[in-house]
């Protein structure tokens, strides 16, 4: 008998094909043997990439990790001589404690995503007031950089979870920063509307070309320059971001021209009067 036996060729348009083989004797000594083939091929491509995400994750994880063990190292032998430690020593420290927790926070949404247990508690929030610290917060991390903050009209009063909306936007001007020169600007955009509010993230970048456009927001798309594979990323925020929005009732978008940057365009449902 032969027991699953995994069989990788092509079909006969040339596209590959894996199939799982079973065979076994109808009967003890009979001379007819069953042979099944079972198609996998799906369940193949699912396992590369479960494992190709698998390597990329955790080579991810290894980024702050590998600096955060040679500062402590270096705090370790000083300390041991009796010194101070360097100024700085504990900001810098804290910097790639922040990317590990916000690495396994991503990990821990999508594993969420995938069985349908990101919770959301929308409530009524000013997306305005909510954006300025959120943009604030960029600023001070990237003090060299413009970020800009406008909002055109009000109301901007939204029926959201605060937390997860802090996140969608996150993602965006991370994205925003990540994948621009670093003198270029970049501008948060909020108008006011009585059945929606809209939030436009704008930035001056490479753009995006036309036929990504429709996989932006899949599980780990990085692009297909080698520009933005050789940066660090995971390929998630943008998923998550969609998820996010998704589940509120808003709609996420992206309007790019190749060369002349990126926007992103988020609406949210406006807060209701009754809904509080
Ligand atoms: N503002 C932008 N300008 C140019 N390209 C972008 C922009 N935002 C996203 N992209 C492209 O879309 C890809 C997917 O973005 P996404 O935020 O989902 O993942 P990531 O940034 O690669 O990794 P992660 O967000 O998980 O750290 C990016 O790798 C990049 O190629
Ligand atoms: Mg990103």
Redesign the pocket.
Known sequence: PVEGLEVRTERRDGSRVTLLVNAARLQNGARTVLLAFQDITGRAELDRLRSEFMSVASH?LRTPLTPLSLILQRALRRASRGELLESGTLERMQRQVRRLTELVG?LLDVSRLERGKLVIEPRTVDLAALSAQIVEDFQQQAPQRAITLTVHRGPTLVHADPMRIEQVLA??L???V???PEGSSVEVEITGGEESVRLE?I?H????PHE?RER??DRF?????DV??R???????????HQIVEQHGGTID?K?EPGK??T?VITLPAAKPETE
Request: charged share 10%; proline share 2%.
């Open positions: 991810e991503t993602n965006l991370d994205n925003a990540r994948y621009t993230v930035d970048g490479m753009g995006l990504v932006l927001f798309f990085r692009g297909i320059t933005t594979a940066l660090p990323g995971l390929g998630l925020g943008l998923y998550v971001a992206c790019s940057g990126c992103f």
